[in-house]
């Protein structure tokens, strides 16, 4: 029982001192979307199909028909960035928990249930206009996202065919800040425009697998209908010191005039095709891919004319190699190697540009007591271009990943 007390003290620590985003993209929409899935398949490029007894996949809840043990997982993320623009190159480092789960296998059914980021705000921009008399200089910040809390069935129908069904609360906060700084002026003015989220959705999945000898063929689809967030508005501007601190001047704006004091943000539905051969405990290969509807994620508080929010598609490739899983005399042989690729086009359009993303990613598994699992994985990727004044993102990642297995009270309360 201290693995559950464990998880639930990181529970509730999760969304607290959190901040996985420093990118100017995650300015426009709801953030920048996370990339969304355990340590385990991310190494794998994010494939959706592959499923065993002793792993959770947390984007297919189908993928549980075929778990046999609990499993307590838990992911990290390290991300190192660099922003190239045709004038200026930054860099920034940030670190956030990136999901924790809990699956539960009965004689009837599996249900899993966690938390984890769906996007992240995090950005620092400039603009130094000394045109103007006084000079000017405009700052924009920004902070927060969304999470989904989970809850996930996946059941086995007949014989190799499973069907999972997960539902997501989702919750957040989108901040925005505006700082007008005039050479000279002692007091600042600052526009402040802040967003409560919340909101539900839903997705279908099902999965099946045939073995011709010692191969199976993998199959799986993902299916998330189109959702509505809730999002509370206010808006404010005051002036304030160069500390930051209030500078005595302060304006509620009513948003309430202008039908902006609340609001609904459409997410996009998505559709996902996995396919994969492997042979157990050995190796696999599949791919993937996931088509994202258009016209999600517009936030209507932060609306601007030159952004555009299209359908995208996101093709990954990956798979894995295992050497021997019960060699007594080879420690390497018992290290699962994974190796993936993943490309993303479309989607968010900014100055008439497509924001496509790319990310190579590899890593092992390491055996730890039973059959539990250490996973570290590694990305190196870039997203964005440096046309239209606009800003290149060259990244790298590193993931670490727990997963537990245990029997816990399974055969006693189900059985």
């Known amino acids: 029982m201290y693995k559950i007390s464990i998880f639930f003290i990181l529970i509730s620590f999760f969304g607290y001192s959190q901040r996985s985003s420093y990118s100017p993209y995650s300015y426009f929409g709801v953030g920048e979307t996370n990339f969304s899935a355990t340590v385990e398949n991310q190494m794998m490029g994010g494939n959706t199909a592959y499923y065993d007894s002793v792993h959770q996949n947390m984007n297919n809840a189908a993928s549980m028909s075929k778990l046999k043990f609990v499993n307590y997982s838990i992911g990290i993320d390290l991300k190192s960035t660099s922003y190239l623009s045709e004038s200026n190159n930054e860099k920034s480092t940030a670190a956030a928990i990136n999901y924790i789960s809990v699956a539960v296998p009965t004689n009837i059914l599996s249900f899993s249930f966690g938390i984890k980021p769906k996007t992240s705000v995090g950005y620092l921009l400039e603009n130094d206009d000394q045109t103007q008399i006084p000079s000017e200089l405009n700052r924009f910040t920004g902070s927060g996202g969304i999470s989904n809390a989970f809850v996930s069935i996946g059941f086995e129908l007949f014989k190799n065919w499973g069907l999972g069904v997960s539902s997501s609360y989702a919750f957040g906060n989108l901040n925005h800040y505006h700082t007008k700084i005039l050479e000279n002026i002692e007091l600042y003015t600052r526009v402040s425009s802040e967003s409560s989220i919340s909101g539900l959705d839903y997705n279908f999945s099902t999965v099946y697998q045939k073995t011709f000898n010692k191969t199976t063929l993998y199959t799986s689809i993902v299916y998330q209908p189109e959702a509505n967030y809730k999002s509370k508005n206010n808006q404010s501007i005051r002036t304030i010191n160069p500390n930051g601190n209030f500078g005595g001047d302060s304006e509620l704006i009513d948003l309430s005039a202008i039908g902006l004091n609340e609001s609904n943000i459409k997410i996009p539905s998505t559709l996902s095709f996995g396919l994969?051969?492997?042979?157990?405990?050995?190796?696999?290969?599949?791919?993937?891919?996931?088509?994202?509807?258009?016209?999600?994620?517009?936030?209507?508080?932060?609306?601007?004319?030159?952004?555009?929010?299209?359908?995208?598609?996101?093709?990954?490739?990956?798979?894995?190699?295992?050497?021997?899983?019960?060699?007594?005399?080879?420690?390497?042989?018992?290290?699962?190697?994974?190796?993936?690729?993943?490309?993303?086009?479309?989607?968010?359009?900014?100055?008439?540009?497509?924001?496509?993303?790319?990310?190579?990613?590899?890593?092992?598994?390491?055996?730890?007591?039973?059959?539990?699992?250490?996973?570290?994985?590694?990305?190196?990727?870039?997203?964005?271009?440096?046309?239209?004044?606009?800003?290149?993102?060259?990244?790298?990642?590193?993931?670490?990943?727990?997963?537990?297995?245990?029997?816990?009270?399974?055969?006693?309360?189900?059985?």
């Open 276 to 415: 994969g051969l492997g042979e157990d405990k050995k190796w696999f290969f599949g791919l993937n891919y996931l088509k994202t509807d258009e016209g999600g994620f517009k936030n209507e508080l932060m609306a601007l004319d030159n952004v555009e929010f299209k359908s995208s598609q996101t093709f990954s490739v990956g798979g894995f190699y295992l050497p021997k899983y019960d060699s007594f005399t080879n420690y390497f042989k018992t290290i699962t190697y994974r190796v993936g690729l993943r490309y993303k086009n479309g989607g968010l359009y900014v100055n008439d540009q497509q924001i496509n993303e790319i990310g190579l990613n590899f890593g092992f598994g390491i055996p730890l007591a039973g059959i539990s699992s250490a996973n570290l994985g590694f990305e190196f990727g870039q997203r964005g271009t440096k046309k239209a004044s606009l800003i290149k993102e060259k990244f790298f990642s590193i993931r670490l990943g727990v997963s537990l297995n245990d029997l816990w009270f399974i055969r006693s309360l189900y059985n």
